[in-house]
């Protein structure tokens, strides 16, 4: 099939290399020239494992281009993803200034070119978004019914930025929410061949799915972490706990998020939680669940700067600064706000995270990092000797094995390992060794 996709951030790159891996014919677009270039240069925008060599290879052989010309991309398809963020805005709710602009933009675009054409939105947007905002926005420019004239889903995304590539191959699940049954059509003949179950369902059920998806999640990170912090504060060893409760298949647990560890963060769980709830209060719904999980959530990263205030020492290196390892996402990441409150605090900072390096230097986030984390910028370093040198207390933020391989041992300096590291059982007994996670 011959697909745009708008928006070559973490899902829509994703979506677009793996598209054109699977045989279609894609062009993305993005705003962004940084990004466009990026692409038709055949490199990443984005730092996932195995994407650089998807977009390399999906360039060379033709299957893959970007741009930044609306017109000239919907004129090239038959089929259009969208997947522009759809951030919080101040007050908590979902932004969905991108989602209206792009529709905008494709329904003028469609309006010249004529033809069916399918609009399927991948953003993640509260139930009712599409068809009460964006439909009426694309039936405007098109002068025709939804449905009729242009072809409107909603298809969720599901990955996991670290595991993305993987996720988009061996997907937990496809969920289309279709308006008519030809627009679930060309959704589920773009992911012909993957594995996994499909569920057609209305499109405000589809959005709705997201939310539940994501929730959950933030819910079991939350309990798992407080059952964490109270079994420390026991003297129990909370994986072992967790290794039995899980163990436990008669109730049918994913261990998924059920780990202690440390606080989550990243683009997606905190503003979807803030968003449903925002959405809840507006809608006179209690949820004392739901508006606990983002505050037991902080109260754990607090945790974690009171270990490395009881050291009592000031010259610090944090290990890790994307919200989890394996991508250079710093949106909403629990180690920036961790390096934040320790510099606020007057803290002797070092920080170095290879994903968030690499991508400095290819240019993908260092605007994000000269526009909001200046004052981090100066702190980064890009070799892991520099951090060990520098620091009496490191902070272990990531499981990368480059950083396992140099961490001291038996040198003074404290550790603080705050997603339990693969030798934390040996570790324990050191001296020095504090564990966010026992
Ligand atoms: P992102 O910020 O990384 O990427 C969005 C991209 O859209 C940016 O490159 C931006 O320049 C571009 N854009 C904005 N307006 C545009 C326009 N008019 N035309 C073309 N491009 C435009 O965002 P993301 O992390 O990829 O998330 C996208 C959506 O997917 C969000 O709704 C998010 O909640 C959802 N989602 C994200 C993940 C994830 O892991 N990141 C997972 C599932 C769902």
């Known amino acids: 099939m011959r697909v745009s996709v708008f928006g070559l951030g973490y899902v829509g790159c994703v979506s677009a290399a793996c598209l054109a891996g699977m045989g279609h014919q894609v062009v993305g677009v993005d705003v962004n020239r940084v990004k466009v270039d990026l692409v038709n240069d055949g490199r990443a925008p984005v730092v996932e494992e195995r994407i650089g060599e998807l977009v390399a290879e999906a360039v060379a052989a033709g299957s893959l281009r970007a741009t930044g010309d609306v017109r000239e991309a919907i004129r090239d398809?038959?089929?259009?993803?969208?997947?522009?963020?759809?951030?919080?805005?101040?007050?908590?709710?979902?932004?969905?200034?991108?989602l209206?602009?792009?529709?905008?933009?494709?329904?003028?675009?469609?309006a010249e070119r004529g033809g069916r054409h399918t609009v399927v939105f991948r953003s993640t947007m509260l139930p009712?978004?599409?068809?009460?905002?964006?439909?009426?926005?694309?039936?405007?420019?098109?002068?025709?019914?939804?449905g009729v004239d242009v072809g409107v889903a909603v298809n969720p995304e599901f990955l996991r930025e670290g595991t993305s590539v993987k996720d988009f191959f061996d997907p937990p699940k496809t969920v289309i929410g279709e308006l008519d049954a030809a627009s679930g059509d060309v959704v589920a003949a773009l992911y012909e061949g993957l594995p996994g179950e499909v569920f057609r369902v209305p499109v405000a059920t589809a959005e709705a799915i997201k939310y539940a998806d994501n929730a959950f999640h933030g819910?079991?990170?939350?309990?798992?972490n407080e059952l964490g912090a109270v079994c420390r504060a026991l003297g129990v060893d909370s994986h072992q706990v967790m290794d039995v409760f899980l163990a436990d298949r008669k109730l049918n647990i994913s261990p998924a998020y059920l780990r202690p560890g440390f606080a989550f963060g990243g683009s997606c769980l905190p503003k979807d939680l803030r968003s449903l709830v925002h959405a809840a209060q507006r809608a006179d719904v209690s949820v004392?669940?739901?508006?606990?999980?983002?505050?037991?959530?902080?109260?754990?990263?607090?945790?974690?700067?009171?270990?490395v205030e009881r050291t009592g020492r000031r010259r610090v290196g944090l290990f890790g600064l994307s919200f989890k390892p394996g991508t250079d996402d710093l949106r909403e990441s629990p180690l920036v706000e961790l390096a934040e409150?320790?510099?606020?605090?007057?803290?002797?900072?070092?920080?170095?995270?290879?994903?968030?390096?690499?991508?400095r230097l290819l240019g993908a986030n260092r605007e994000y990092i000269e526009n909001r984390l200046p004052h981090l910028a100066q702190l980064l370093a890009d070799t892991v000797e520099e951090v060990v040198e520098h620091a009496e207390v490191?902070?272990?933020g990531t499981g990368d094995p480059a950083v396992l391989e140099q961490l001291p041992h038996g040198d003074g300096t404290v550790i603080v390992d705050l997603v339990r590291l693969p030798d934390a059982e040996a570790r324990r007994t050191e001296p020095g060794y504090v564990g966010l996670a026992w």
Do not use: W
Request: charge should be negative; include cysteine.
């Open 341 to 359: 409150r320790l510099f606020g605090k007057g803290y002797d900072l070092r920080i170095h995270d290879a994903n968030v390096s690499l991508s």
């Open 288 to 307: 004392p669940i739901l508006s606990h999980v983002l505050p037991s959530n902080a109260d754990h990263l607090q945790r974690a700067v009171e270990l």
């Open 100 to 110: 209206e602009r792009v529709t905008e933009e494709i329904g003028a675009a469609l």
């Open 77 to 98: 398809s038959e089929v259009s993803l969208i997947c522009v963020g759809t951030p919080s805005e101040p007050n908590g709710s979902l932004c969905t200034t991108y």
């Open 394 to 396: 490191i902070l272990v």
């Open 219 to 224: 819910l079991k990170i939350g309990f798992a």
């Open 128 to 146: 009712g978004t599409c068809l009460n905002l964006l439909v009426p926005i694309l039936e405007k420019y098109v002068g025709g019914t939804a």
